[in-house]
């Protein structure tokens, strides 16, 4: 009886022991658990991914993230990465519940024993636990964190399967270099994709996840090396690399190759037109997630050539409004102690390409710069005679830079006038190539797709247009005559009429249309204007999208409004291709990261597939007489008028330019717009103080803005069309030509 009694007595005093027990752990569990994160959540989990914008090829041009990061499904990533990273970070993850129990008593021995709780102790997270510490539980170090992370470890385990944690943890984790995920990692280090890793190059990433800056190979070479092998080891001995491949991968250094230069020159203001267009498509919320790949219209060599022809016309320019001084100058009493204390000197030029130099000996014949000690610089009197009365002397620190076309090295000094380029496929609207400024890293502002300017007598071929279109032919003759329209108010400065006058301050009597535009006449164009009225105006540079309204005041008729160049290029190559209405971009397609397309260019051409009949759905915005009749007219302004710098390239090349030059009052803004009917190709250029302001009493757009225009169609020529064998002489620089034009 005193037996039964003693046994009932443990029994319940171990039932009330374990309940204690039970309600303790659940009482930890629903004190730690309260707020933690519903880690269901994880299910259909999509992280922030890098958004990439591509060539017109398809290859990868830039990419843009906070985190770099790219999503791989668990089953696409190659068995022996994921074998190295469960070799690395967690063997037993296939059997154990989201805690190695086993694990974190030998931890916890090993810190009690090394005394480390207080200083970095030893841990013993499992894959699940990390993926909840990225995911959930942060990374502060107490006891609250980990028995979170345990508890969220063990409701991961039974919410999710192991390949879907293991997924998240592969694309989640950090590895160094701005990359998370392995994907991301393996093209930041090796620029490979992930199928493409050699078995070293696999052990060496899975090294990382333990401490990513202790293990970069550039830094700790010899621990980088020692964990991979530890890895490589353990991939033997588990059976999934054999003796050769191990003694192999060993035996091969870590090499990590450096990134590729950029391909393509001065790229960026393009490449940011593009971004801001996807974020202005996607939304900016969206875009911040990422996993966009963006496939633009540029081709690598018709970006190249647009950039340097606008530079070559920037410097061309601002060398005719001479040398602004040097960046410093020396005491050169002892020319000697003056060369080593400069090259002792640091200085950080204003951009990659610029070198500095000391000038060692000077005069208005010849410069000698000092650049090194053993490179010596000699310029002759033509090479520096732009500079003027402000000739570097004896002592000035100056800057240099190779020579695009000859690499010899030449004084040099940044453009205070900005500008902008634009090639375009006329027929569908894709930018080929496109500048908007001398250097991004200078300046952003993009001057070919956000600059609002006045296109000045550009516009007078819609005003001509409109003509056209009303029956006008380009024999039809207007007469060229003072003209005094009443304003029916009085201006600020007196005045009670509005007297459009002519650049060259003559007046040509009776003439035909063909002879005022390829001129750029302005008092016949308003006489024109008046003729026909400011409707048919208005509806013209509506259709071709140079300007979405106009004011109703006659100085609009020549080019007083504001557009850009990128609208004003477009409108070129729609004369171009014939009155068809086409849309400018940048952007052929763009892909959201399930390889959905989200985004397409129409570009008028739709190909029926059962027949592969392609149909040309292009809207028509003129009547197709009144169209060639335009052309004829812009391709006699290239032969006699103001667009006769770009001539030379007609006969060298035997091909037909049609173009309008113009400028705005005062010779704010300067401008070229044209086009290769046969090429299909046009071209905008633009070019300006940033601030606007007058660039110079003849600094016109066919002075100022035809250069560019002709270094690029002349680089462009060579490339695509042979130079005939009897006019190779031909082509002659266009600075040379006699002006004429209008402002």
């Known amino acids: 009886m005193a037996l039964k009694r003693f046994l009932w007595g443990i029994l319940a005093f171990s039932s009330f022991a374990i309940s204690s027990l039970l309600a303790g752990v659940v009482a930890v569990l629903f004190y730690f658990g309260r707020g933690l994160p519903d880690e269901s959540q994880l299910q259909h989990y999509e992280p922030p991914l890098t958004n990439r914008i591509c060539f017109e090829n398809g290859e990868v041009w830039r990419d843009y993230a906070v985190e770099q990061r790219f999503f791989s499904s668990l089953d696409l990533m190659p068995d022996l990465l994921v074998q190295a990273f469960l070799v690395a970070e967690d063997r037993q993850f296939f059997s154990h519940p989201g805690l190695d129990l086993l694990g974190v008593f030998r931890a916890a021995v090993k810190n009690t024993l090394e005394g480390r709780w207080k200083n970095h102790p030893t841990g013993a997270s499992t894959i699940t636990q990390q993926v909840v510490k990225n995911f959930f539980a942060g990374t502060e170090r107490s006891f609250t ?64 996840p333990k401490a990513p800056s202790n293990y970069q190979a550039q830094k700790n070479p010899s621990q980088a090396k020692a964990r991979r092998d530890w890895i490589l080891d353990g991939l033997y001995e588990a059976g999934h690399i054999t003796g050769h491949e191990l003694i192999t991968a060993k035996g091969r250094p870590i090499s990590l190759p450096l990134k590729g230069k950029e391909k393509i020159f001065q790229g960026d203001y393009f490449i940011e037109a593009a971004r801001l267009e996807l974020i202005k498509r996607v939304g900016k919320e969206s875009y911040g997630q990422g996993g966009y790949t963006l496939s633009t219209t540029v081709q690598h060599d018709v970006q190249d050539m647009a950039s340097r022809a606008l530079m070559h016309g920037l410097e061309l320019y601002d060398r005719r409004m001479g040398y602004r001084g040097p960046f410093d100058h020396m005491d050169v009493k002892d020319i000697e102690f003056a060369k080593k204390q400069f090259f002792a000197r640091e200085i950080i030029p204003p951009l990659p390409h610029f070198y500095p130099g000391l000038v060692v000996e000077g005069g208005k014949e010849h410069l000698v710069i000092a650049m090194t000690p053993q490179k010596m610089v000699h310029l002759s009197g033509d090479e520096v005679a732009w500079c003027g009365e402000k000739m570097p002397i004896v002592g000035d620190i100056v800057f240099l830079k190779a020579n695009q076309d000859t690499g010899k090295m030449e004084l040099t000094q940044i453009p205070q006038v900005t500008g902008g380029i634009v090639v375009m496929d006329m027929n569908t609207g894709r930018v080929l190539g496109l500048s908007g400024g001398y250097d991004f890293r200078l300046n952003q502002y993009n001057s070919a797709t956000q600059a609002l300017r006045q296109p000045g007598s550009t516009f007078k071929a819609f005003v001509y247009l409109a003509a056209l279109e009303r029956g006008y032919k380009p024999e039809t003759k207007v007469l ?19 007297s459009p006058r002519n650049f060259t301050r003559r007046f040509y009597g009776l003439q035909t249309l063909a002879f005022g535009l390829s001129r750029s006449i302005n008092t016949m164009t308003v006489r024109l204007a008046m003729q026909i009225g400011l409707n048919p105006i208005q509806k013209v540079a509506s259709d071709f999208g140079v300007y979405e309204s106009i004011p109703r005041q006659w100085a609009m008729i020549l ?19 014939g009155g068809k209405k086409v849309k400018p971009t940048l952007i052929d397609s763009i892909e959201d990261r399930y390889g959905n397309t989200v985004y397409s260019h129409d570009t008028g051409f739709h190909k029926e597939i059962k027949t592969g ?13 009144s169209i060639e009749a335009m052309k004829s007219m812009l391709m006699l302004a ?12 007609t006969q060298a090349y035997d091909v037909k330019i049609a173009a309008k030059t113009g400028t705005s009052n005062d010779c704010k803004d300067a401008w070229f717009a044209g086009f290769i009917e046969e090429l299909g190709i046009a071209v905008g250029v633009f070019v300006g103080y940033p601030g606007p302001k ?9 002075r100022v803005a035809a250069p560019v225009a002709y270094h690029f169609f002349d680089a462009y020529l060579k490339k695509v069309k042979p130079l005939k064998e009897a006019k190779k002489e031909s082509s002659v620089a266009p600075e040379n030509h006699e002006e004429v034009e209008e402002a």
């Open 145 to 208: 964190r980990k028995f979170k992370e345990a508890i969220m470890a063990l409701r991961l385990e039974t919410s999710l399967s192991k390949k879907r944690i293991l997924e998240l943890y592969l694309n989640q984790i950090y590895l160094g270099a701005r990359s998370y995920g392995v994907v991301a990692a393996a093209e930041s280090y090796f620029q490979k994709k992930l199928d493409d890793l050699t078995v070293d190059e696999v052990a060496y990433l899975a090294s990382l």
């Open 480 to 498: 060229d005559a003072p003209l005094h329209i009443p304003l029916g108010f009085k201006t600020a400065d007196g005045r009670t009429t509005y």
């Open 559 to 577: 080019g007083a409004g504001e557009t850009t160049l990128l609208k004003l290029t477009s409108a070129f190559a729609m004369i171009g291709n």
């Open 613 to 625: 009949t392609t149909y040309d759905v292009r809207e028509t915005i003129a009547r197709p007489e």
């Open 638 to 649: 290239v032969q006699e008028g103001t667009g006769k710098k770009l001539q030379p390239l």
């Open 694 to 702: 007058s660039m110079g009493e003849k600094e016109t757009g066919g």
